[in-house]
């Protein structure tokens, strides 16, 4: 029964660092694409 209780909690530890690692993705691409926007409506003005 404590193998089945540490296999959940790795599975639960590294889904929650998958997560987060989500989070910082999405976050860096949307702040790269507004940069990149600005840029594009500058040299278009």
Request: proline share 0%; glycine share 12%.
């Amino acid at each position: 029964m404590s193998e089945g209780k540490l296999v959940l909690g790795l599975a639960s530890f590294f889904s929650i660092v998958a997560a987060i690692g989500c989070l910082y993705g999405i976050s860096s691409i949307y702040t790269k694409i507004n940069e990149i926007n600005d840029r594009v409506t500058d040299g278009v003005q």
